[in-house]
């Protein structure tokens, strides 16, 4: 399973960024989502979606901040972060895994670095 994610960089508190995802035609057959891991934290999760895009779970840190999107077509799967706080600057990572339910991925990508400074 290979995932790459993109679109990280840095911004100032309460600004947005737009994560991507692209990863090859069998993620049409995943759920897919994002993790983050803060420096000295655990990776936790952020948000899913299901195999269609007809269903999203979001951490509670998040909800309403952030919008997870999918384009099977293109293989992609994306992540809208709105009103960035300095606690959400973390590495984020797209991951994939067979079950909708629950915060545990099983597949992770290279990850990309979210940085919002106060």
């Known amino acids: 399973v290979q995932l790459q994610a993109s679109g990280g960089g840095w911004v100032q508190a309460g600004g947005s960024l737009r994560l991507s995802c692209a990863g090859q035609?069998?993620?049409?057959?995943?759920?897919m989502g994002w993790s983050r891991q803060a420096p000295g934290k655990e990776r936790e999760f952020v948000a899913a979606?299901?195999?269609?895009?007809?269903?999203?779970l979001y951490a509670d840190y998040v909800k309403g901040r952030a919008t997870i999107s999918r384009d099977n077509a293109k293989n992609e799967v994306y992540l809208q972060m709105n009103s960035l706080k300095p606690e959400d600057t973390a590495i984020y990572y797209c991951a994939a895994r067979r079950v909708f339910a629950g915060t545990k991925f099983d597949y992770w990508g290279q990850g990309t670095q979210v940085t919002v400074s106060s």
């Open positions: 979606i299901s195999w269609n895009g007809g269903n999203t």
């Open positions: 035609s069998f993620i049409s057959s995943y759920v």
